[in-house]
């Protein structure tokens, strides 16, 4: 039994222990002070970066929180959003399964082919006749059928992203979602793949952005959505004889039927399109260290890997027929694999070895082939460099140094890909905090119209509205057509076209001349009237542009201040640099862009002009 004086003794050690843990553990992680940073000018660089632009009074709450702590609970992602989840609900049709959008926005060929079978149209008034009395008859349809065309499921897709980003409190998962997206880019332009996009970010990308990579890489590879866009859902070992409803006919064995009348059609064969990409843009890079051989060997071992039935008409509904004559168990016990949307047809996979960047796979491996390629390009060491360089770029600087990659790869590799760890190995090195760093990526033109939004705290009714801007800025948004994605580096964005549509938005914003954005300009300075334009200019600009010196950006916007027709002058200029003629707003209550009423309640025109100028300038538009 302890006497008191050893209990107490004990005691004592515990306290000074914890104590001294307490001091350690508070101690700032990320070296912000070597760079010759303030605490405040730490946080405003954090919130820069990690999310799509502070608020007034955000910098005050993450050092009152603390920058290590705010940043984890970022990379957590898992704060309550009660308030967005009550505007999303709105669009009821952004959380259906492909299966019920395959059924309710079919395309138009097919609903055409349902028409005519169902004698609501001949087949003879579709290339003859009065045009617009069959687009009537089309439209009275799909309405009978409750059919929705799919740019309506665009819209309510592209809506959801504009409020995510603009009102989220888990702001970096919305960026890292908006990140892996461009990195696993699939594009509304491809319209096989259009309706499979909003489940793809839904269910594919959104939950795997801070996991480990190797799931996320595997996720992309099984989703309708890239196997559609890349066209991996039809490569096969060797051509497979089809039917005219696009499906072989197989027996109970899960084999092609052999029949004596000559096939109607061939369709398959290998496709290479996935398997480059997947290197050269998923993992490896362009300088990975594989070659034309590695692809075509990696195409093979991915033959088989197409799409589940979906639908009632919709991809693969002919599959669908077999699955039930032949039962789901019996097809799994013949190495089909069905996983969500994903099959595995072993018919069409090429049994055959194969050997990709030395790695020999045996004959016969199936299935757990493709698997086992996919982790083994996760893991490469290639793939570490250059994940950590994309993530670098995005976060850091256009040019991020080789010494940050190299401790991100480490990293990388050390976890298995752990895209947390990697992302705090970043922000821990000094190379994030560096003057490098500091303001040295520009906003595309989607971040731009979000951090103004946020800066300025708008009420977003209309978020297409927001859209049709963003797109006359240069970005338009799930639209990039190649499998690249939106290049990340600033000279991408930024040319004197860009620069006149980005003032003309800002002005556009400010003076409330975008339906469905409202603002309320006085109320973010309390309702106090500045006594002068250039009072509100550096007022509203310590606001928008948090720990920022700002003596020059003022002596450079002072002259645009006082000038009673500068609006004009800008959309006149825009006009004049731009590629096309200016598109007028599609959406919700359309009207011309730089025509739209000026509902300016609660604003006068010298504050407005004021803040337009900010949210203009060259200076709001790095990060």
Not at 31 to 41: D, F, M, V, W
Not at 78 to 86: G, H, I, K, P, Q
Not at 195 to 210: Q, T
Request: glycine content about 6%; some cysteine.
């Amino acid at each position: 039994m302890k006497t008191p004086v050893k209990v107490l003794y004990s005691f004592a050690l515990l306290f000074l222990v914890t104590v001294l843990f307490s001091s350690f553990r508070e101690k700032p992680a990320f070296p912000y002070q070597k760079a010759g940073l303030t605490e405040r000018q730490a946080a405003a660089h954090l919130l820069s970066r990690f999310t799509y632009g502070s608020k007034d009074g955000d910098v005050d709450a993450v050092v009152k929180m603390g920058l290590e702590k705010w940043f984890r609970q970022q990379l957590d992602g898992d704060l309550s959003d009660d308030s967005l989840n009550l505007m999303l609900s709105r669009f009821d049709d952004i959380n259906l399964s492909n299966t019920e959008v395959e059924n309710k926005y079919p395309r138009p060929n097919r609903v055409l082919k349902l028409a005519i079978a169902d004698g609501s149209i001949h087949k003879d008034s579709v290339d003859k006749g009065d045009r617009k009395a069959y687009r009537e008859q089309i439209r009275s349809y799909m309405e009978k059928k409750g059919f929705k065309p799919e740019q309506e499921l665009y819209r309510q897709f592209i809506n959801q992203k504009i409020l995510r980003a603009a009102y989220s409190r888990n702001q970096l998962r919305e960026l890292l979602t908006d990140f892996w997206f461009n990195h696993f880019n699939v594009s509304l332009t491809k319209n096989q793949c259009a309706s499979f996009i909003p489940a793809y970010e839904r269910d594919v990308i959104r939950p795997n952005v801070a996991g480990k990579f190797e799931h996320l890489l595997l996720a992309t590879a099984k989703s309708p959505a890239m196997l559609v866009y890349l066209d991996n859902f039809t490569s096969t070992g060797q051509p497979v004889v089809l039917e005219n409803n696009g499906e072989p006919q197989m027996n109970g064995a899960g084999k092609p039927v052999k029949r004596r009348v000559p096939p109607k059609r061939k369709q398959g064969g290998l496709n290479e399109n996935y398997a480059r990409e997947v290197m050269e843009l998923h993992t490896l890079g362009v300088d990975g260290g594989y070659t034309q051989s590695d692809v075509t060997q990696a195409a093979r071992v991915l033959t088989g890997w197409t799409l589940a039935p979906m639908g009632e008409e919709g991809y693969g509904a002919a599959m669908q027929k077999i699955i039930d004559n032949v039962g789901a168990e019996n097809l799994k016990k013949r190495g089909f694999v069905r996983e969500g949307d994903f099959l595995f047809v072993p018919n069409r996979h090429d049994n055959e070895e194969k050997t990709v960047l030395g790695k020999h796979f045996a004959a016969g491996g199936g299935y757990d082939e493709g698997l086992t390629l996919l982790n083994m390009l996760a893991r490469h060491p290639s793939t570490a460099q250059f994940i950590s360089k994309k993530i670098a770029t995005r976060f850091v600087n256009d040019n991020p140094a080789q010494t940050l990659i190299d401790k991100m790869a480490k990293t990388f590799t050390k976890t298995d890909g752990d895209i947390r760890q990697v992302m705090m190995t970043m922000v821990s090195s000094a190379e994030f905090w560096s003057p490098a760093s500091l303001r040295e990526k520009t906003k595309s033109p989607f971040e731009l119209a979000i951090s103004a939004v946020r800066s300025l705290d708008a009420d977003i009714t209309q978020p297409y509205q927001l859209f049709n801007w963003i797109n006359k800025m240069g970005q338009k948004m799930y639209y990039y057509q190649a499998p690249t994605g939106f290049p990340d580096k600033g000279q991408y964005w930024i040319n004197t076209g860009a620069l006149l549509n980005r003032m003309n938005f800002g002005l556009a914003l400010a003076a409330q001349r975008i339906p469905g954005v409202k603002i309320n300009l006085s109320a973010l300075n309390n309702h106090h009237e500045p006594e002068s334009a250039e009072a509100a200019l550096l007022t509203y600009s310590k606001m928008i542009m948090p720990e920022r010196n700002l003596t020059e950006t003022v002596k450079r916007l002072k002259p645009m201040l006082n000038d009673p027709s500068l609006s004009t002058k800008v959309a006149n200029a825009a006009d004049k640099n731009a590629a096309q003629q200016e598109q007028t707003m599609m959406g919700e209550n359309s009207v011309p862009l730089k025509t739209a009423a000026n509902n300016a309640a609660n604003n006068n025109a010298m504050l407005a002009q004021v803040v337009g100028v900010i949210i203009g300038s060259p200076e709001f538009q790095r990060k």
